[in-house]
């Protein structure tokens, strides 16, 4: 008797999961051919928070695969390629993707949003509104990007030349991280981008759940100062002032992940020496009042050697699960890995490795999802629609063709989707204990 009401307790953990499953996949197939603004209610449309090391929604797990596409506004600023914004947000809808990262700055440069300090041109404004607006659409969430560490879009050294027009006399781009007046635009700026009211949804960017997280700089760098008091200052002050506008939304810090002089034993993880003289430091500047979770890029063709090998996806594994101990261990909060990819220009690259490099990143979050860890996700960098290979730095993945890299990124999809519909924040991963087994090897299984 007691062998039979085993049997049908198993059974009928076993049916709840199928069913489930169907479901969870139903939901995003139907996700998959975009969702009308319309139809997204506000009931359903919850501001994304974080509990501990988990990123949370309406309750339920949030763990996310996403991507990149940093150049969306200035594409959605002329009418003639506004529709590659579109079909960004309609691919990677269709492979399950939930989260975009771009620009929220172009500062004095070609079609320049910040034209000079607090001067801004309104139709790239609107064009960044309708990056907002479509993603809406499409229930993608973004992280939203405040200024660049480097001189693409701008970046540190255009402030520094606004500075000198300004009558400062200032010898290094570094000098933004320190300058009063330089402080002072960049708060200038992000004030300006959070009080924003978008013209096609007339939401305030502060307040719009589609907004994932505000990033405070693109893989800041303060290379003249290696103790990295120069830029934890920095941080320290603007993690707060960005909180003092907008408390709802998550905060990051933008950083590519290297150790520095406040964890000494944890440099041998780093890329290369250098690593840990650019006045950035992993665990310390994560630390800061006010930053909500901690982001990792993952560029081995760039940090270690242009030629691709197996030594890219030992030093991925060994990166990423890294900072996943250090955000359980020593933060207490969530880590998402914001940028990874390998380059199309690399000696060596074929696209079978490239899919290699998605399956291990892709192996790695899913190795801390299934024990409720840190590892909140990955962006891959980054996601192209045809038609826009003018912008393409080596990097681009075009769903549309890349067919198999196409199926690995569904699959990571699905597999989360149906992980977060399955565990509840409430039940603090019950679920996964009442139905170990059949969880475990749905998370793993080549195809679903």
């Given at each position: 008797?007691?062998?039979?009401?085993?049997?049908?307790?198993?059974?009928?953990?076993?049916?709840?999961?199928?069913?489930?499953?169907?479901?969870?996949?139903?939901?995003?197939?139907?996700?998959?051919?975009?969702?009308?603004?319309?139809?997204?209610?506000?009931?359903?449309?919850?501001?994304?928070?974080?509990?501990?090391?988990?990123?949370?929604?309406?309750?339920?797990?949030?763990?996310?695969?996403?991507?990149?596409?940093?150049?969306?506004?200035?594409?959605?600023?002329?009418?003639?390629?506004?529709?590659?914004?579109?079909?960004?947000?309609?691919?990677?809808?269709?492979?399950g993707m939930t989260v975009g990262r771009t620009w929220a700055f172009n500062d004095g440069q070609?079609?320049?949003?910040?034209?000079?300090?607090?001067?801004?041109?309104?139709?790239?404004?609107?064009?960044?509104?309708?990056?907002?607006?479509?993603?809406?659409?499409?229930?993608?969430r973004l992280i939203l990007s405040l200024v660049n560490n480097w001189d693409a879009y701008g970046?540190?050294?255009?402030?520094?030349?606004?500075?000198?027009?300004?009558?400062?006399?200032?010898?290094?781009?570094?000098?933004?991280?320190?300058?009063?007046?330089?402080?002072?635009?960049?708060?200038?700026?992000?004030?300006?981008?959070?009080?924003?009211?978008?013209?096609?949804?007339?939401?305030?960017?502060?307040?719009?759940?589609?907004?994932?997280?505000?990033?405070?700089?693109?893989?800041?760098?303060?290379?003249?100062?290696?103790?990295?008091?120069?830029?934890?200052?920095?941080?320290?002050?603007?993690?707060?002032?960005?909180?003092?506008?907008?408390?709802?939304?998550?905060?990051?810090?933008?950083?590519?992940?290297?150790?520095?002089?406040?964890?000494?034993?944890?440099?041998?993880?780093?890329?290369?020496?250098?690593?840990?003289?650019?006045?950035?430091?992993?665990?310390?500047?994560?630390?800061?009042?006010?930053?909500?979770?901690?982001?990792?890029?993952?560029?081995?063709?760039?940090?270690?050697?242009?030629?691709?090998?197996?030594?890219?996806?030992?030093?991925?594994?060994?990166?990423?699960?890294?900072?996943?101990?250090?955000?359980?261990?020593?933060?207490?909060?969530?880590?998402?890995?914001?940028?990874?990819?390998?380059?199309?220009?690399?000696?060596?690259?074929?696209?079978?490795?490239r899919d290699m490099m998605l399956n291990t990143v892709y192996k790695m979050t899913l190795n801390?999802?299934?024990?409720?860890?840190?590892?909140?996700?990955?962006?891959?960098?980054?996601?192209?629609?045809?038609?826009?290979?003018?912008?393409?730095?080596?990097?681009?993945?075009?769903?549309?063709?890349?067919?198999?890299?196409?199926?690995?990124?569904?699959?990571?999809?699905?597999?989360?989707?149906?992980?977060?519909?399955?565990?509840?924040?409430?039940?603090?991963?019950?679920?996964?204990?009442?139905?170990?087994?059949?969880?475990?090897?749905?998370?793993?299984?080549?195809?679903?």
């Amino acid at each position: 008797m007691k062998d039979q009401l085993g049997f049908r307790i198993v059974l009928c953990s076993a049916i709840f999961i199928i069913l489930t499953q169907n479901r969870a996949l139903a939901d995003l197939d139907s996700e998959s051919h975009g969702v009308n603004s319309e139809s997204v209610g506000e009931e359903e449309w919850e501001m994304v928070q974080r509990k501990g090391m988990q990123f949370t929604l309406n309750g339920q797990p949030f763990y996310v695969n996403g991507f990149n596409t940093y150049w969306m506004m200035t594409l959605a600023a002329d009418n003639s390629t506004r529709g590659k914004v579109t079909e960004v947000f309609q691919q990677a809808s269709a492979v399950g993707m939930t989260v975009g990262r771009t620009w929220a700055f172009n500062d004095g440069q070609w079609r320049a949003l910040q034209k000079s300090p607090s001067v801004y041109d309104e139709e790239v404004f609107k064009a960044l509104d309708f990056v907002v607006s479509e993603a809406r659409k499409y229930k993608i969430r973004l992280i939203l990007s405040l200024v660049n560490n480097w001189d693409a879009y701008g970046g540190k050294a255009q402030y520094v030349k606004w500075g000198n027009a300004s009558g400062l006399n200032l010898t290094s781009d570094d000098d933004f991280f320190t300058n009063p007046t330089l402080r002072n635009f960049y708060q200038s700026h992000v004030r300006t981008v959070l009080n924003r009211v978008n013209t096609f949804t007339n939401i305030t960017y502060k307040k719009d759940p589609t907004i994932f997280a505000w990033e405070l700089m693109n893989e800041p760098r303060c290379p003249s100062d290696p103790s990295g008091d120069k830029l934890q200052s920095w941080i320290q002050e603007m993690a707060v002032f960005v909180k003092s506008l907008d408390a709802k939304h998550l905060v990051e810090i933008g950083l590519e992940g290297f150790y520095g002089p406040s964890a000494p034993v944890r440099t041998r993880f780093n890329p290369n020496p250098y690593a840990a003289q650019v006045g950035t430091d992993f665990i310390r500047n994560n630390q800061v009042l006010g930053i909500d979770f901690a982001s990792v890029h993952v560029y081995p063709d760039s940090w270690i050697s242009p030629a691709v090998s197996n030594s890219f996806l030992e030093f991925t594994s060994s990166w990423m699960q890294a900072h996943v101990e250090d955000a359980e261990m020593y933060l207490g909060m969530p880590v998402l890995f914001t940028e990874f990819g390998v380059s199309a220009h690399d000696p060596g690259f074929n696209t079978s490795f490239r899919d290699m490099m998605l399956n291990t990143v892709y192996k790695m979050t899913l190795n801390s999802t299934r024990k409720g860890g840190a590892g909140a996700g990955s962006l891959v960098w980054q996601v192209f629609p045809q038609g826009a290979e003018f912008m393409d730095d080596g990097y681009a993945v075009y769903l549309t063709r890349a067919h198999t890299a196409s199926k690995i990124i569904s699959l990571q999809s699905k597999r989360l989707a149906i992980f977060n519909s399955l565990c509840s924040w409430r039940c603090r991963w019950g679920c996964k204990k009442k139905n170990h087994t059949a969880l475990d090897a749905l998370l793993t299984h080549d195809e679903l």
